[in-house]
Nanobody, 126 residues
C-alpha cells in the first residue's frame, strides 16, 4: 500500500489549508485513514481519522476547526480552518486496513496504523 500526500504549506494564523492523501489500493470492506502530526520537540499526535462508513474521530484541540472527509474510495482530505501557530507540524497520513474508527483507542496511537505517508509540512505564522 502506498500513500501519496499533497497539500500543506505556509499560512498566517486564521488561514486555511487542505491536505489530501491517496491510497494506492485497499482490499478490505473498510479501512481507517487519517492524520498524525509531530511538531518540533513534540511527540506524535493523532489529529483526525475516518473509516469507510464515514465515522470520524478528532483530537480535542482541532474539533470545530478541522474536517476530515473521504472524497473518493481512495482519497482522504483534511480541511484545516482557523489555523493557529501551534498547529505547525509535520503532518503524516496513515492508513489501516480492516479498521473501524469505533475500534481505535480513545487516544489514537502509531501502532494502530501500519501504512504511512512521507509527511507534509504545515507552518502557521502569527
Amino acid at each position: 500500500v502506498r500513500l501519496v500526500e499533497s497539500g500543506g504549506g505556509s499560512v498566517q494564523a486564521g488561514g486555511s489549508l487542505r491536505l489530501s492523501c491517496t491510497v494506492s489500493e485497499y482490499s478490505y470492506a473498510s479501512y481507517c485513514s487519517g492524520w498524525f502530526r509531530q511538531g518540533p520537540d513534540k511527540g506524535l499526535e493523532g489529529v483526525a481519522f475516518i473509516d469507510s462508513d464515514g465515522s470520524t474521530r478528532y483530537a480535542d484541540d482541532v474539533k470545530g476547526r478541522f474536517t476530515i472527509s473521504r472524497d473518493t474510495d481512495k482519497i482522504t482530505s483534511l480541511q484545516m480552518d482557523d489555523l493557529k501557530p501551534e498547529d505547525s507540524s509535520m503532518y503524516y497520513c496513515a492508513v489501516e486496513m480492516g479498521c473501524w474508527v469505533e475500534h481505535l483507542h480513545e487516544e489514537v496511537s502509531k501502532p494502530e496504523f501500519n501504512n504511512w505517508g512521507q509527511g507534509t509540512q504545515v507552518d502557521v505564522s502569527s
